[in-house]
């Protein structure tokens, strides 16, 4: 598994490109804006994208959605089926605030807690982690967690937004994420990677 990690959109989210470099199948996660280069790589690499993948429904982590629909005809954007309001309506997804236009993504697969999928060679596991929306989750593959805007390094996701929760993000956190293993590598949204071990030891929030 190689993964390439952009900064994209106007708030400069993490927007990684994922794939199985002996089946050359990949995935985008949270493409906040679109961003031209990592077409080009995905090109260059031979690479068939499959999946678009959004941890949640906020404008800094889907506005780049169509412009890499249009690059990659046929791609299916999966998100959590709790997020479904958000992705749909720009009123309380922040899109108008931060891009000056309304932002809405029609999903094409919802998933659930624990439900799985296969990309090449790589088995994705969705982790449902409420708190920051309605409907954020994680994604774990091959010993490495996408975190969204749930947890960051030494820090976690704002609360204050429509659908968020201070008590649920916490258990989402200490319950979903941290039975983990330590050495899991954690690729956050915004701000740089880290381990579960580390955020257990260092998080002043948890």
């Not at 990949?26 to 280069?37: K, Q, T």
């Not at 949640?56 to 690059?71: A, C, K, L, S, T």
């Not at 949204?189 to 955020?199: F, I, L, N, R, S």
């Amino acid at each position: 598994m190689k993964i390439s990690s952009y900064m994209t959109g106007p708030i400069q989210a993490n927007t990684y490109l994922v794939y199985d470099e002996n089946t050359k199948k990949g995935f985008i996660v949270d493409p906040g804006g679109y961003e031209s280069r990592i077409t080009a790589e995905a090109k260059a690499e031979g690479l068939d994208i499959e999946y678009i993948i959004l941890t949640h429904g906020h404008g800094d982590h889907i506005g780049g959605v169509e412009g890499f629909r249009n690059d990659f005809p046929g791609v299916k954007v999966v998100a959590h089926e709790e997020e479904k309001e958000m992705l749909e309506n720009p009123d309380i997804n922040s899109s108008v605030e931060m891009f000056g236009k309304a932002i809405t993504v029609d999903a094409d697969i919802f998933v659930k807690d624990k439900d799985a999928l296969k990309v090449g060679d790589m088995n994705l596991n969705f982790i449902f982690t409420p708190g920051h929306t309605k409907g954020g989750m994680c994604i774990y593959v091959d010993g490495h967690l996408f975190s969204g805007d749930t947890l960051f390094r030494y820090s976690i996701g704002r609360t204050d937004f429509y659908g968020g929760s201070y008590r649920l993000l916490i258990n989402s956190i200490k319950d979903r994420i941290f039975v983990f293993p330590d050495d899991t590598v954690v690729l956050p949204g915004h701000m740089g990677k880290t381990t579960v071990g580390e955020e257990k030891r260092g998080n002043p929030f948890v």
